[in-house]
């Protein structure tokens, strides 16, 4: 049961763009982009490099002014009082070096509205949960790139805030720190937290959000879960027959391509076979026994994210980006 | 307020918990000593020097002789001086003044002083003492101005610092040669060549039937000029060190609002360029407003500036007091230095023009700052800035000679420069339509300065303006 801050349910949006545009220099850097994240949810904001996310996300906490359209945070415009209300974690990040690490989080934390007996507290018991107790009182200067963002992440959650958006909070860590990191965003979100991070990296987003919005070129390319994006990628199934057996026959039909997989290996032929609307691995393996197509292999595939951004992306492209 | 507050105090403790801010801090108190120390140390350390005289005459080296201890008796009359106005002296003083007016030998002023007086005027050394030449031509002493050999002295065995030849010629011309190893030393020669001055004016005169003495008494003839003011009353109408004192303290005070204000916005240019550089101002926008940030800033060096001030205040404060209780004869200019450093009328003034001279010039290095991220791109903005900086710097030095000068005044009414000139000009009672013109114009100009400095800062921290933005916007770049 999720404990959701100030009542809110996981219906009730927390952060809304409403078709922004913003354009620097003549050049349009989001257009026409329009999401909600509602409380309570992880979302992943996705897109390749440039494609406006870190701008979106500025707009969205009124520390940029769109061109056009208008952000919503908590149902209102963004301000300063609803801002304590938000943890942000910017793409470009940094601590004042010659502050010692505790004392940089209890900053954040009071500006954000804490005193500092809380921050403090807070802070100190944050940092233990990151494995960092024993740096509290080190020089920011002293830490390891890692250690530092660690600590900037723990800067921007220490007052904990109903909303927690990260940009690129993976950007930078190793791969251990990149699971404490999801660890840790999945126990915000347990705790009612909602969190919104944007990444390229599709693996975190698989593995965290309950939905996802895809940027590329500064326009929204899909808003929904991560089973609704797989579902935008046609499944596919992968077979191995003897070299001069020829499945296509047996598939007419079921499959929307199929494609040989290689040249001829061992006397066997590898096919990725591209299914149609409607149909499934089951009916195809079922049409290949019936056609008497002596199977060496058949493994339907595994879809990921990635391939789900690569293929929206490349759509879009192909699309002219219009 | 609060982000304010505490971007303001995070300021302030940065910069107060750093060596420089502790340096900065006992550098002026430091310099003050040193200014007072160095001179006294390097009089208390200069050795007395011994010179000869050869003199084929024998009239002139007995002028000299004479001249240098006319000189000593200055010396030991203005010690006297200075210790008679310190309360409960020996009436010894006042006889040894009375001997010392009547010319007679320092053996005898020193009979008539008690323990403390005659130690104080032992302490006097004479700078230079005539001693008979160890040869009969320039050959023969040679050595002993090179320190190769040496005379006898009551301090033992020293060299011979320097040495005159003096030679009559045929029509009363006098030459003289004077040998030295010390080249650039003037005081001795100086010394020398009056004397002779003076002796052949006296023989002159002689020649010409003029007695002696009268010669003498008209040499030593001075006008007594007495400094009037009619700004004060017939009665007290005398200008006084109480009167010349807030001339220098004004200019004193421009000086150091001027080095104050350069130091404390550089301070703000480099803190926003690390901000920038290390990535900080991202963090902070999300926490707070640009314009508590900005505020923030400003209000936490100017914390820093009006402790170093106060801090200095307080250090010449003491000094002052001190100078006053340990060098009686001081007392008076210690009492006028005091008296104009006091002065609400220059305190007041100084902090108002500090406080606009620290906002425009402070908003300005730090929306500069807000544009740069390394020091290196800062300098190529600041050189304008700089150079602007340093007119009141230059014309600073006119008010010292004239403060009236109608080119100040002039000056005074560019803002930039209002905050240091007419607080030096200030003694000097300038109109009061150029005081508050001056300083609406100053008023309105940091407002707009503010404002412009607060959307570069706005847009240099959200990343929207760089170095080559900047250069664009004063077309320093096509």
Known sequence: MLDLHHGATMNTPVFALENISKTFSGKPAVRDLSFSVNAGTITGFLGPNGAGKSTSLRMGLGILAPDSGRALLFGGVPNFGVLDRVGFLPEERGLYRKMSTLAAIVFFGRLKGMSASAARRRGLALLEQFGLSDVAHKKIKTLSKGMAQKVQIISAVVHNPELVILDEPFSGLDPVNQRTLEDFIRALADKGTTVLFSTHVMEHAERLCDRIVLLAAGRKIFDGDVSQAMQTLPRAVHLQTDAGADPCAALEGLVKAINRDGAAHDGCQDWLVELASGADAGQVLRACVQGGIDLSAFEPQKRHLHDVFMHLVDADQRQGGE | MRHTYLIARREYLS????????????????????????????????????????????????????????????????????????????????????????????????????????????????????????????????????????????????????????????????????????????????????????????????????????????????????????????????????????????????????????????????????????????????????????????????????????????????????????????????????????????????????????????????????????????????????????????????????????????????????????????????????????????????????????????????????????KKLLRLKR
């Open chain 2, 15 to 470: 910069y107060v918990a750093t060596p420089g801010f502790w340096i900065s801090l006992a550098m002026v108190p430091l310099f003050m000593l040193l200014g007072i120390a160095v001179p006294l140390l390097l009089e208390g350390s200069t050795p007395t020097r011994y010179f000869s005289i050869l003199d084929a005459d024998g009239r002139y080296d007995t002028a000299v002789e004479q001249r240098l201890d006319r000189q000593h008796k200055t010396q030991i009359r203005s010690v006297l001086l200075a210790l008679s106005k310190v309360p409960g002296q020996s009436p010894g003083l006042e006889k040894a003044l009375t001997a010392l007016e009547a010319g007679q030998s320092v053996e005898a002023v020193l009979d008539v002083l008690d323990v403390n007086a005659r130690t104080a005027v032992l302490a006097i050394k004479q700078d230079y003492v005539l001693v008979p030449a160890p040869g009969v031509d320039a050959a023969q002493l040679r050595p002993f101005l090179l320190g190769q050999l040496t005379i006898e002295t009551d301090q033992g065995p020293q060299p011979l610092y320097a040495a005159a030849t003096i030679t009559r010629t045929g029509n009363g011309a006098v030459s003289i040669k004077y040998w030295s190893t010390a080249i650039t030393a003037e005081q001795l020669k100086r010394t020398i060549v009056r004397a002779v001055r003076d002796q052949m004016r006296i023989e002159a005169f002689a020649d010409a039937g003029v007695e002696t003495e009268i010669v003498r008494s008209i040499n030593a003839m001075e006008p007594d000029l007495v400094s009037l003011s009619p700004e004060k009353s017939a009665d007290q109408a005398e200008v006084t060190q109480s009167d010349t004192a807030p001339y220098f303290i004004a200019v004193v005070f421009a000086f150091v609002l001027w080095s104050v204000v350069f130091s404390v916005a550089n301070m703000l240019l480099t803190s926003t360029i690390e901000e920038k550089s290390g990535k900080v101002l991202d963090s902070l926008l999300v926490a707070a407003p640009v314009r508590a940030l900005l505020a923030g800033k400003l209000l936490g060096v100017a914390a820093v500036s009006f402790t170093l001030l106060s801090s200095w205040a307080l250090a010449g404060g003491v000094a002052a007091t001190l100078g006053g209780q340990f060098m009686p004869a001081g007392e008076g200019a210690s009492a006028a230095i005091l008296g104009a450093v006091i002065d609400p009328w220059l305190i007041l003034p100084f902090l108002g023009y500090f406080v606009f001279g620290y906002l425009m010039f402070g908003t300005m290095f730090l929306a500069l700052g807000s544009l740069c991220e390394t020091l290196q791109e800062a300098q190529s903005l600041m050189s304008p800035i700089i150079f602007i900086l340093m007119v009141p710097m230059m014309a600073l030095m006119f008010v010292v000679k004239d403060p009236t000068s109608p080119i100040l005044a002039v000056l005074s009414w560019i803002p930039l420069f209002t905050p240091y000139l007419m607080l030096a000009r200030l003694p000097t009672d300038p109109p009061l339509y150029e005081l508050f013109g001056t300083t609406l114009v100053m008023i309105i100009t940091t407002m707009l300065i503010l404002w412009a400095a607060g959307r570069v800062f706005h847009a240099g921290a959200m990343h929207q303006a760089g170095v080559d933005y900047f």
